[in-house]
């Protein structure tokens, strides 16, 4: 018969934190992690007023999970990083289980997210705490697309400059999609599941709006029924690349160079690479659910 805690209908954050630190399933009669640390802390042969203030700390995290106000100041993102390649070379913490091609592989992913923009912005907005951190990747995530937008409105897409930070945009984007389905367990659960699927959205208009730009770049997509015209207004291209990101296919437009079959296939693997992420974002949610949380 479980006991009745004050806090029972919550997942408390400090159970999420210990988790980070210590595996532990919820095991019955205990319906949530709260329950089940507090069964610990009585169990383990402190001091009296160490249990007492660990117990305190329990009762006062009254959010299902961890928010931007109660949040502590954000881990240096390059120390953070590092401590992942460092866990992962020396198979240590998460990184215990791994072994062969498949640590090899998160070791390389790893170590190019370390250089990554986005780590630098991670860092450089974390000197103003967690609020300013999460601001700054959403400016980031979102000025991104709509420069890409402008770029392509104000006919620049020919340019070299277009071109090259198209392609930054989209292997920083790529990484970061990579590391979020196969380093997932690296990282902490998102303070809100809406938000991230709000950004996803985003980063799918990125996918669109930077291939696009590459279509023009390259010259590489044409008429099918005009053999020879060269697709180069930005209604066109992003037609295209949305065509291509959703695999439809409708044959009125196609690449007529190596490089534009090439860059097709990128986008396809990328448009996939997405869905996977949607995917675990969703099981993610699911989850989390199961367990007591709220979504």
Not at 115 to 124: E, G, Y
Request: hydrophobic letters at 45%; glycine letters at 8%.
């Amino acid at each position: 018969m479980s006991q009745n805690y004050p806090w029972a209908d919550t997942e408390d954050a400090v159970g999420l934190r210990l988790s980070e630190y210590v595996s532990f399933d919820i095991v019955p009669p205990y319906r949530t992690r709260a329950q089940f640390v507090y069964s610990v802390l009585c169990r383990l042969p402190l001091h009296g007023c160490v249990r007492a203030r660990m117990i305190g700390d329990i009762l006062l995290m009254r959010s299902s999970r961890p928010t931007v106000e109660n949040m502590p100041s954000p881990i240096n993102a390059y120390k953070k990083q590092i401590d992942h390649i460092r866990k992962l070379w020396k198979r240590k913490g998460k990184g215990r289980h791994l072994f062969g091609v498949e640590r090899a592989f998160l070791l390389v992913v790893a170590c190019l997210l370390l250089i990554q923009p986005s780590t630098f912005l991670r860092w450089l907005g974390g000197l103003k705490g967690v609020r300013g951190r999460k601001m700054t990747i959403e400016a980031y995530a979102i000025g991104k697309p709509l420069f890409l937008f402008a770029i392509l409105a104000l006919g620049w897409g020919t340019c070299g400059t277009s071109g090259v930070l198209a392609t930054v945009f989209l292997v920083d984007l790529f990484l970061y999609l990579v590391g979020i389905v196969f380093l997932r367990d690296f990282y902490t659960s998102p303070i809100s599941y809406g938000r991230s699927m709000l950004l996803l959205a985003v980063n799918f208009a990125e996918i669109i709006l930077g291939f696009a730009i590459l279509y023009v770049y390259t010259a590489s997509i044409g008429n099918t029924s005009e053999p020879g015209e060269i697709l180069s207004d930005w209604l066109g291209v992003v037609y295209f690349s949305v065509v291509t990101s959703t695999t439809l296919g409708f044959g009125d437009f196609s690449p007529i160079t190596q490089t534009g079959r090439l860059l097709v296939i990128l986008q396809v693997l990328s448009s996939v690479m997405f869905i996977a992420v949607v995917l675990s974002t969703f099981v993610n949610t699911v989850t989390y659910e199961k367990k007591g949380g709220k979504s």
